[in-house]
């Protein structure tokens, strides 16, 4: 089972530089910050579902389905409990509802969505060495982009090998589940041990793997995939640059936001 | 010292009988050089290398070798400095690579110079697509864009990599993403490539995938150094180096070191099948294949032709499930099982049958992804099969329960370090018998019982992390025998081990045996196979192949050739003759007596 959420593709999304989806990031994150209407992110989201089709990226959408619906609602229910403000459509000493905590749980259950779906449209379409890359011609310092970069490549390393260990340890006889929360924490040091040790014996092949392959030679490193952007990537940056502003002026206009009555 | 060394009759340098010549004499240009090295890691008082002085001609393919702790991966590490820039500890001695002292050299600016595969793939791919992995060390040394695209198919295409560029390397076989460090090595056309053990963790056919990419790279004056425990792989090699104990013992082309069984022995070797053939049958000559010991075997002794071909069938041996020796249900059983993974399009396990009665010894063999760890995963309770029954001492498992979680079924895994954890070997041990609720004494009794059995009683206080490989896997095996499992499953249990410690460790298994333990054994050495086990279960693409006695396993090459089962050299030969013997003694019998 691939490991990445990467789909191969030859799509526009897929061939825009790695700054400008770098770039495509930060702009739908910063448009999804200014606002909580929920009206007013339907825009993004209508833009990420055409982005999603044309960048093939269905598929991992529809993997993480169950994460996505989970997100919205029980994101949306907190909310709409927690928020206390408007109107009370049902008033109990534990929860309280009303219009404005029904728009605003919404909103942030969407907020949380599209920014989960932003990310999931970047990671499907741009190679962990075109973020890499991406960063440091950013100006991020190249040690640090890899860095970044070799994280995404670790973490289902370890959790493969976590997997194992709770498997091995079961066969041991070993229970996980008893006792209260902090006596089921401490009852994984079997797993953390091992899986600790082997990160460390990892590390330090992966660490002399990387200098017998030339890692920090000397001078900035060349990319296979660096190169000068396009035309098209200027008019996507242009086009983000446009949506920015537009939801910040929502903000600013006062249209993003929740009023209570 | 050139001229020696080009003399087949004075090649073989027993060091210990030969001072090294003067080094500054010669002013031949080596591709390497070492110089009276000498390293001992941290603080430790045993030198890991020992005054070794080691001269290496441009294009010449060496062997490394030598039991585990020999110095081996220390001796090539001192080719691009990994060690001692990178291990720290006591270093003396010089290190030149084409002529050039090493001294003051970082390790990254020799990766032109000196390419470096290491034993574990995992850790040294390190991108998301077969290109970037091999671009990435031309991309350390800013080459330009059109050039490191220009050498990558080249370097693809030396190992049988070409038109795997976009895939992504986790999707490669054991076998292919060795192959792929190989490439990644070679882009930066180093004149030195140095193979660190590259096929321990390889199936047979990711094996043969490897040493054949290696076969193709020789000549075109690239010298091969190449680590590796099994003597059988390297008699194509031009010369060995043999270490013992951090000493350079022996430096040789293959055959005079072949010739010499009892240094073999005594470095902790297998004497290769057809070696052993030979010299046990007063042939002096060595043999580099099947077809050369053939030829010198019936130039001295009368024998038949091989069996003719199809002669036995190739279908599976009638099933075995649910038949028992002594009416008894079997231990374990499957039927019919069927195992989907989530996501997967298609099954890891397909309609197998299978039984393992008390005391047997079972060797499950296959390629990589046809299914063995997931039967056993399922065998030992640890995977839900989606269709099928799995029936424990012929009761549904369900039924059964989670018994044969605790203790009833143990399995060991093919790495020891994912389970092993406590602060000494016998905390190790005992976690195990507590965890079934025995009390303090009862643990204890059971710990010095399997710390004896194993041989680890001397250790029992050590912290577990501290032991060698092969210990850690004795200690494995003995955690998991504190259960008193009727059944054990080992996964590997040989992996990563020298000669000496697989004897070990597989004398520790086959006794178990003997004391009633059923033993289901994963592995890919067919050495292993015809030494220890009874009954052979092969399978192919989550369907179960084969089914029945050793023998008649090895009795069809077809089979075992579609499935990538290297047949023991001496099983090999033994065919030629027309008969299947399953050791190099048993095969010299045999001729002895056909003759």
């Known amino acids: 089972m691939p490991i990445y959420l990467y789909i191969e593709g030859e799509s526009w999304l897929h061939r825009l530089h790695p700054v400008v989806k770098v770039w495509a990031l930060f702009a739908a994150f910063w448009s999804v910050y200014w606002v909580d209407q929920p009206l007013a992110l339907v825009p993004l989201g209508l833009l990420m579902t055409v982005a999603a089709q044309a960048g093939g990226a269905w598929a991992n959408f529809y993997r993480l389905r169950y994460l996505f619906a989970g997100v919205v609602f029980f994101t949306a229910l907190s909310w709409m409990v927690f928020y206390r403000q408007g109107t009370p459509l049902i008033d109990t000493p534990l929860v309280r509802v009303s219009r404005a905590s029904l728009l605003f749980g919404f909103g942030r259950g969407l907020k949380l969505a599209e920014l989960l779906g932003t990310s999931v449209l970047f990671l499907s379409s741009t190679k962990i060495e075109e973020f890499g890359a991406g960063l440091t011609r950013l100006g991020v310092p190249y040690r640090v982009g890899f860095a970044i970069t070799l994280a995404f490549r670790l973490v289902p390393l370890f959790i493969d090998s976590a997997l194992t260990v709770v498997q091995a340890q079961r066969l041991r006889g070993y229970e996980f589940r008893r006792g209260g929360p902090l006596a089921r924490m401490r009852r994984y040091v079997p797993v953390v041990v091992p899986v600790f040790m082997e990160a460390l014996r990892k590390a330090n092949a992966m660490a002399m793997a990387l200098e017998a392959r030339g890692f920090g030679a000397g001078g900035r490193p060349t990319s296979l995939i660096d190169r000068e952007l396009r035309r098209s990537d200027r008019m996507a940056v242009a086009l983000l640059g446009g949506l920015a502003v537009a939801y910040f002026l929502i903000y600013y206009a006062g249209y993003g936001a929740i009023r209570p009555d | ?595």
Not at chain 2, 211 to 222: D, I, P, W
Not at chain 2, 326 to 333: A, D, S
């Open chain 2, 1 to 595: 010292m050139e001229g020696d060394r080009r003399t087949p009759s004075r090649q073989a340098q027993g060091l210990s009988d030969c001072p090294a010549a003067s080094a500054n004499a010669c002013p031949a240009p080596w591709a390497v050089e070492l110089r009276r090295v000498s390293f001992a890691y941290g603080a430790s008082a045993e030198p890991a290398l020992c005054e070794v002085t080691l001269k290496i001609e441009p294009g010449t393919m060496l062997g490394v070798v030598g039991a585990s702790g020999a110095g081996k991966s220390t001796l090539v590490k001192t080719l691009n400095r990994l060690v001692p820039a990178f291990e720290a500890g006591r270093f003396e001695g010089e290190v030149r690579v084409g002529g050039r002292r090493l001294d003051g050299l970082r390790v990254c600016e020799l990766a032109r110079e000196v390419g470096m595969v290491f034993q574990d793939f995992e850790a040294q791919l390190f991108s998301t697509n077969v290109a970037h992995e091999v671009a990435f060390a031309l991309e350390q040394f800013a080459l330009a864009r059109q050039e490191i695209a220009r050498r990558i198919g080249p370097a693809l295409s030396a190992v049988g990599l070409a038109g795997f560029e976009r895939r992504d390397p986790t999707t490669l076989s054991g076998g292919e993403k060795q192959r792929l460090a190989i490439a990644c090595a070679l882009a930066t056309e180093p004149a030195v490539l140095v193979l660190d053990e590259p096929t321990t963790d390889l199936d047979p056919q990711g094996r043969a995938e490897v040493f054949a990419a290696v076969r193709r790279l020789r000549g075109a004056g690239r010298t091969l150094i190449i680590v590796e425990h099994d003597l059988e792989e390297l008699a194509v090699c031009d010369r060995l180096a043999l270490l013992k104990e951090g000493r350079l013992t022996f430096e040789a082309p293959p055959a005079e070191l072949f010739a010499r069984p009892e240094l073999v022995a005594r470095c902790g070797l297998r004497l290769p099948d057809l070696a052993a053939v030979l010299k046990q049958l007063g042939i002096e000559e060595i043999a580099r294949d099947v077809d050369e010991a053939e030829a010198l075997v019936r130039g001295r002794y009368t024998l038949p032709g091989p069996a003719p071909a199809g002669g036995s069938p190739e279908g599976p041996a009638p099933g075995r499930a649910g038949q028992t020796k002594i009416g008894r249900p079997p231990l374990v059983e499957v039927r019919q099982l069927g195992l989907a993974y989530p996501a997967s399009a298609s099954e890891a396990l397909s309609a197998v049958d299978l039984a393992v009665e008390a005391g047997e010894f079972v060797a499950l063999v296959g390629k990589n992804g046809s299914g063995k760890s997931t039967l056993a995963k399922v065998l030992a309770g640890l995977l839900e099969p989606s269709r099928g029954r799995l029936l424990v001492d012929g009761k549904e498992r369900s039924a059964a329960g989670r018994s044969h979680l605790k203790g009833d079924i143990g399995y060991v895994f093919q790495n020891p370090d994912h389970q092993i954890f406590a602060a000494s070997v016998e905390e190790e041990i005992r976690f195990g018998p507590r965890n079934l609720g025995l009390s303090h004494r009862q643990t204890a009794e059971r710990a010095d019982q399997v710390l004896a059995a194993v041989g680890l009683d001397a250790v029992r206080q050590r912290d577990p992390f501290l032991l060698s490989k092969g210990e850690r896997q004795r200690l494995a095996v003995a955690a998991v025998l504190a259960l008193r499992p009727r059944l054990l499953i080992l996964d590997e249990p040989t992996t990563g081990l020298d000669y000496r410690e697989q004897r070990r460790m597989m004398a520790l298994v086959a006794e178990l045996n003997r004391q009633g333990i059923a033993i289901v054994m994963i592995t890919h050495t067919p050495w292993l196979v015809a030494d220890y086990a009874r009954r052979v279960v092969l399978l192919d693409n989550g369907r179960k192949r084969f089914d029945g006695p050793v023998r008649e396993f090895l009795g069809r090459p077809q089979m075992l050739a579609e499935s990538a089962f290297g047949l023991p050299a001496a099983t090999a030969l033994s065919q030629r003759f027309g008969t299947t013997a399953l050791s190099a003694g048993e095969l010299v019998c045999w001729i002895r007596k056909h003759s």
